[in-house]
């Protein structure tokens, strides 16, 4: 039987807007300015919890590391490299990325074994369409949840697949959606893979510090950041690296997407810079923070496209430029990673 | 509450990320304004503020007063500009305060990380909401929101349906790009739009087209139309459609006032300058004239091709929300 949310839920609704708050608040009051948090050792201890009325709620909770990672170290044991997808900014292209980089690995010579690739994007999954796989839904074994294969060597797991209805609203707030992330790194039966590709939503949240705190034990080899050239993206980005920082993730390099783009008119072929890199764009970036530039990749509306039809771009146009430059890209992350 | 006072409050929303709300959310903001209404923008992407740079406030920082915070603001209340363009209703108002709260206001560096759970993120909210001391009697209250349908729209909406009058809260202006995979996005967002009872004021299509700024042709990079579409089947307003204009851009980016190479037509408007012969002078040798760069925002903006678009959109929002009020 496939997981649905429907069937794992049977709460009456999760989030009742239109009832009053009439159930008394389990915590009591907004945390302290210094509160060391609900999941610090010092949790109901420290000097700073004197006075506050979840002291007593902080300080019986359960501490120490999350039992379940273990679990998921175990299962991620055959997974060679795993590789985050960031990217502060929304819609900079993180999941047709993600996609690429998918394709692009699972298309390598010399790959032993398939390609993974999870969407941790709650809210707005996009990878299934972008597969051409959003119909499927998942299998349920003893050995854990079957992720969607999209080729033979190519291996899919989302929320949308678990959703009643497509256009459904996930709307979790971030514990939920924790357990959900945790789920897919525990549960799913992702056997032997080359490379695990794990695209995430937009911002420094909670999914982020979940992925990264259940995937430190088990081993990251990297982040890729994505981003668009203009400032207003490169602010994000900057969030994000930040983020990579204090959260010890190394960073694999950073891609500009959709740098440029070419007038289809034949007569003309000017090359616009639609997202205008006024401060240098991803270079500049890269150097001033010190990590390897990956490359970058020109707007071409047929990306667009393959990814609405579910196609891949890398297959279906080959000698693109674009195509090129996804590839040249794909070759530094893997020998960057030391993969094969 | 400092909420009391505000006459209308409209959210902007999209369940797909970079799709342009922050873009929306500031040309909105600033064509209410150019219509003679006083406008607060509250910025609520805790993760990725990106307010304080649309409208070239980057450096300013929040003040506290008694009772809460001041918010930033981009430009006072002012008498009527000299007029540009006499077919819009902007030449003759007078134009509305503007002003602006955001995180971004508060952290120490450009580029530090807000890395939060959910969990503070709602308080952050809340405080956003019931803190932040915005001028008597605001015509409109903006509000700018991350992607997504989770802990920031949740905390949100929880504040807005327990504490404001249902007139106050107009509804929401929902954003999407073209392509299939922001559409499938966005049904959801749609959907939850539903499922709290927040009425949909429209749906914008941003990034419909690119026009080349140097063959003055259209293309659709994104495709077209998927917005409309999707407007109908769910049977919400369509507002329009609005293109790609690198222009605005430049005008975020590095505060130049927009100028178009001749023949460029927009909205079956031309909107190319007659008197340049070259095109679009920035960028190319990267020499800039003061008269290019200096004035408010406000005022650059009326030069902006997206401008007239604006104007519209916000006349038929207008009209929408006053006419609801007149039957509540």
Same mark, same amino acid.
């Given at each position: 039987?496939?997981?649905?949310l429907?069937?794992?839920?049977?709460?009456p609704d999760p989030i009742?807007?239109?009832?009053?708050?009439?159930?008394a608040?389990k915590?009591?009051a907004p945390?302290p300015?210094?509160?060391?948090?609900p999941?610090s050792?010092?949790?109901g201890?420290?000097d700073?919890?004197?006075?506050?009325?979840?002291?007593?709620i902080c300080a019986?909770?359960?501490? @120490?590391p999350?039992?379940?990672i273990p679990?998921i170290?175990?299962?991620?044991?055959?997974?060679?490299? /795993?590789?985050?997808?960031?990217?502060?900014k929304?819609?900079?292209?993180k999941?047709?990325?993600?996609?690429?980089l998918a394709?692009?690995?699972a298309?390598?010579? @010399?790959?032993?074994?398939?390609?993974g690739l999870?969407?941790?994007?709650i809210?707005?999954?996009?990878?299934?369409?972008?597969?051409g796989?959003?119909?499927?839904?998942?299998h349920v074994?003893?050995?854990?949840w079957?992720?969607?294969?999209?080729?033979?060597n190519?291996?899919? *797991?989302?929320?949308q697949?678990m959703l009643?209805?497509?256009?459904?609203?996930?709307i979790?707030?971030?514990p939920? /959606?924790?357990?959900?992330?945790?789920?897919?790194?525990?549960d799913?039966?992702?056997?032997?893979l080359d490379?695990?590709?794990?695209?995430?939503?937009?911002?420094?949240?909670?999914?982020?510090?979940?992925?990264?705190s259940?995937l /430190?034990?088990?081993?990251?080899?990297?982040?890729?950041?994505?981003?668009t050239?203009q400032?207003v993206?490169?602010?994000?980005v900057r969030?994000?690296v930040d983020?990579?920082?204090?959260?010890g993730?190394r960073i694999?390099g =950073?891609?500009?997407?959709?740098?440029?783009?070419?007038?289809p008119?034949?007569?003309c072929g000017?090359?616009?810079?639609i997202?205008?890199?006024?401060?240098g764009g991803? /270079?500049?970036?890269a150097?001033?923070?010190? =990590?390897?530039?990956?490359?970058?990749?020109p707007?071409?509306? *047929? =990306?667009g496209?393959a990814?609405?039809?579910?196609?891949?771009?890398?297959?279906?146009y080959p000698d693109?430029p674009?195509?090129?430059?996804?590839?040249?890209?794909?070759?530094?992350?893997?020998k960057?990673v030391g993969?094969s | 509450?400092?909420?009391?006072?505000?006459?209308n +409050?409209?959210l902007v929303?999209s369940?797909k990320?970079g799709?342009?709300?922050?873009s929306?959310t500031?040309?909105?903001?600033?064509t209410?304004s150019?219509?003679?209404h !006083?406008?607060?923008?509250?910025d609520?992407?805790l993760?990725?503020? !990106?307010?304080p740079?649309f409208?070239?406030i980057?450096?300013?920082?929040?003040r506290?007063?008694p009772g809460?915070? +001041?918010?930033?603001?981009?430009h006072?209340?002012?008498a009527p500009?000299?007029?540009?363009d006499?077919t819009t209703?902007?030449?003759?108002?007078?134009?509305?305060a503007l002003?602006c709260? !955001?995180?971004g206001?508060?952290?120490?560096?450009?580029?530090?990380?807000?890395?939060w759970?959910?969990?503070?993120?709602?308080?952050?909210v809340r405080?956003?909401?019931?803190?932040?001391l915005?001028?008597?009697?605001l015509?409109?209250l903006?509000i700018?929101?991350?992607?997504?349908?989770s802990?920031?729209?949740?905390?949100?909406?929880?504040?807005?349906l327990?504490?404001?009058t249902?007139?106050?809260?107009?509804g929401?202006?929902v954003?999407?790009?073209?392509?299939?995979?922001?559409?499938s996005?966005?049904?959801?967002?749609l959907?939850?739009?539903k499922?709290v009872?927040?009425?949909v004021l429209g749906?914008v299509?941003n990034?419909?087209?690119f +026009?080349?700024p140097?063959?003055?042709e259209?293309?659709?990079v994104f495709s077209?139309?998927?917005?409309?579409?999707?407007?109908?089947e769910?049977e919400?307003?369509?507002?329009?459609s609005i293109?790609?204009?690198?222009?605005?851009v430049?005008?975020?980016?590095?505060?130049i006032?927009?100028?178009?190479?001749q023949g460029?037509?927009i909205?079956?408007k031309?909107v190319?300058?007659?008197?340049?012969?070259?095109?679009?002078?920035?960028s190319?040798?990267g020499h800039?004239s003061?008269?290019?760069t200096?004035?408010?925002?406000?005022?650059?903006?009326?030069?902006?091709?997206?401008?007239?678009l604006f104007d519209?959109?916000?006349?038929t929002?207008?009209?929408d929300?006053?006419s609801r009020r007149?039957v509540?």
């Amino acid at each position: 039987m496939a997981p649905s949310l429907e069937v794992e839920e049977p709460l009456p609704d999760p989030i009742d807007f239109s009832a009053p708050l009439k159930q008394a608040p389990k915590l009591v009051a907004p945390e302290p300015e210094h509160c060391p948090g609900p999941e610090s050792n010092l949790a109901g201890t420290a000097d700073s919890c004197a006075g506050c009325p979840n002291q007593a709620i902080c300080a019986s909770a359960p501490k @120490g590391p999350d039992p379940d990672i273990p679990l998921i170290t175990a299962r991620l044991a055959d997974v060679k490299h /795993k590789i985050l997808v960031l990217s502060g900014k929304g819609g900079v292209g993180k999941s047709t990325f993600s996609t690429m980089l998918a394709h692009g690995f699972a298309g390598l010579d @010399g790959l032993e074994n398939p390609v993974g690739l999870m969407d941790t994007d709650i809210c707005g999954p996009s990878i299934p369409k972008m597969m051409g796989v959003e119909d499927e839904s998942i299998h349920v074994s003893a050995a854990g949840w079957s992720p969607v294969w999209v080729t033979n060597n190519l291996a899919v *797991m989302s929320v949308q697949f678990m959703l009643p209805n497509r256009d459904d609203a996930v709307i979790w707030r971030g514990p939920k /959606k924790n357990g959900l992330i945790k789920t897919f790194l525990k549960d799913v039966e992702w056997g032997e893979l080359d490379y695990l590709v794990v695209d995430t939503p937009p911002g420094t949240s909670d999914e982020h510090l979940s992925v990264n705190s259940y995937l /430190k034990e088990a081993g990251v080899d990297g982040a890729v950041l994505v981003t668009t050239p203009q400032e207003v993206s490169l602010l994000d980005v900057r969030r994000e690296v930040d983020f990579c920082r204090k959260a010890g993730i190394r960073i694999l390099g =950073i891609v500009e997407n959709m740098s440029g783009f070419v007038c289809p008119n034949k007569k003309c072929g000017y090359v616009s810079q639609i997202f205008r890199a006024s401060t240098g764009g991803a /270079k500049r970036l890269a150097e001033d923070e010190g =990590i390897p530039y990956l490359g970058a990749v020109p707007l071409d509306p *047929m =990306i667009g496209m393959a990814c609405d039809f579910g196609e891949s771009f890398l297959d279906a146009y080959p000698d693109s430029p674009a195509s090129k430059a996804i590839r040249q890209v794909v070759e530094r992350v893997v020998k960057t990673v030391g993969g094969s | 509450m400092p909420l009391d006072t505000v006459k209308n +409050i409209v959210l902007v929303l999209s369940g797909k990320g970079g799709v342009g709300k922050s873009s929306i959310t500031t040309q909105l903001a600033l064509t209410l304004s150019l219509q003679g209404h !006083s406008v607060g923008v509250l910025d609520i992407d805790l993760t990725g503020p !990106s307010i304080p740079r649309f409208f070239g406030i980057e450096d300013s920082k929040v003040r506290q007063a008694p009772g809460g915070w +001041i918010p930033v603001p981009v430009h006072d209340a002012q008498a009527p500009l000299s007029p540009r363009d006499s077919t819009t209703t902007t030449a003759q108002n007078s134009i509305g305060a503007l002003s602006c709260m !955001s995180l971004g206001f508060i952290l120490s560096s450009r580029s530090d990380a807000v890395i939060w759970r959910g969990p503070k993120k709602t308080a952050m909210v809340r405080q956003f909401l019931s803190d932040v001391l915005w001028p008597d009697n605001l015509d409109y209250l903006l509000i700018d929101t991350p992607p997504g349908t989770s802990d920031e729209h949740i905390s949100l909406l929880e504040t807005l349906l327990k504490t404001c009058t249902p007139s106050q809260l107009s509804g929401a202006v929902v954003v999407t790009t073209p392509q299939a995979i922001s559409i499938s996005d966005v049904k959801k967002e749609l959907n939850f739009c539903k499922k709290v009872g927040l009425r949909v004021l429209g749906v914008v299509e941003n990034m419909a087209g690119f +026009i080349c700024p140097n063959c003055s042709e259209c293309t659709n990079v994104f495709s077209k139309g998927g917005g409309e579409i999707m407007a109908k089947e769910f049977e919400v307003p369509f507002l329009g459609s609005i293109p790609i204009d690198p222009a605005f851009v430049y005008l975020i980016e590095e505060g130049i006032r927009p100028v178009y190479p001749q023949g460029t037509v927009i909205a079956g408007k031309e909107v190319g300058s007659q008197d340049q012969e070259k095109p679009t002078s920035f960028s190319a040798n990267g020499h800039v004239s003061k008269e290019q760069t200096s004035g408010l925002l406000v005022d650059k903006y009326r030069s902006c091709s997206l401008s007239p678009l604006f104007d519209g959109i916000v006349s038929t929002l207008v009209t929408d929300i006053a006419s609801r009020r007149a039957v509540s």
